[in-house]
């Protein structure tokens, strides 16, 4: 168990549809990182906040946005969905604003775009 | 562009050999570099990493080995074991030149088989 709580496990909706994915950080760590990874390919890094900011973007879309909250919580909020974005979702969480301190992933969010 | 590549999708081994999962990267501004191991519905698991400084990294039965001129690096498992059997991704950093602040690159991952 890494720590990390992702919620849901799976998330069905269709085309057009907004949702929320939400993510706890291990206790203690500052840093909330997300990931998407679509079929066949590697995790793709998103966007990362550290303690209620954010720090780094990726490729995010701009239909996606994420915040992380005093609680240090973390949701990311996809609008407009697309066949495309459905993707295994991973919130991954470290104690420090780098990436490469061994991240601590949560199981993932399955969503399906139909 | 990938910048990150895991050319094998998959490897299979025999229990008790050796497993080499090879990873090669075109940035060379990366210098940091990291192992995660997956298995079926978990997040990746932090395995062992290296940085530009080094040229090998040995943690228990797993070791890094890192080639900068040849932008590859490798994770070699000895002895493999059955719970070796997960996707393996190699990921890597720009810690020096950019402070780490970014995201990982992953690659797309290797499947490891480990065969009784």
């Known amino acids: 168990d890494s720590g990390v709580t992702q919620t849901p496990k799976h998330l069905i909706t269709a085309t057009g549809q907004r949702v929320t994915l939400r993510c706890s950080p291990r206790s203690g760590d500052l840093s909330v990182y997300w990931y998407q990874q679509s079929l066949d390919q590697g995790l793709q890094f998103l966007i990362q906040y550290y303690n209620g900011e954010e720090r780094a973007k990726g490729n995010i879309l701009e239909r996606f946005s994420a915040q992380q909250f005093p609680d240090l919580h973390s949701e990311l909020n996809l609008s407009s969905l697309e066949l495309g974005d459905s993707a295994l979702y991973f919130c991954?969480?470290?104690?420090?604003?780098?990436?490469?301190?061994?991240?601590?992933f949560g199981n993932g969010t399955r969503l399906t775009v139909t | 562009d990938q910048q990150v590549k895991q050319n094998s999708p998959s490897l299979s081994v025999q229990e008790g050999r050796i497993s080499i999962l090879n990873c090669d990267y075109t940035?060379?501004?990366?210098?940091?570099f990291l192992w995660y191991k997956k298995y079926p519905a978990e997040g990746p698991t932090f395995l062992i990493s290296?940085?530009?400084?080094?040229d090998k990294n040995e943690d228990g039965r797993f070791t890094v080995f890192l080639n900068k001129s040849a932008k590859h690096l490798s994770l070699h498992i000895v002895p493999s074991q059955p719970g070796d059997s997960a996707v393996y991704f190699c990921?890597?950093?720009?810690?020096?030149?950019?402070?780490?602040?970014?995201?990982?690159?992953f690659g797309k991952g290797t499947h490891l088989i480990i065969q009784p």
């Open positions: 991954a969480s470290s104690p420090r604003d780098t990436s490469i301190s061994p991240l601590h």
């Open positions: 940035n060379s501004m990366f210098d940091y």
């Open positions: 290296i940085s530009s400084i080094k």
């Open positions: 990921a890597a950093n720009e810690m020096y030149s950019g402070g780490g602040a970014d995201g990982l690159t």
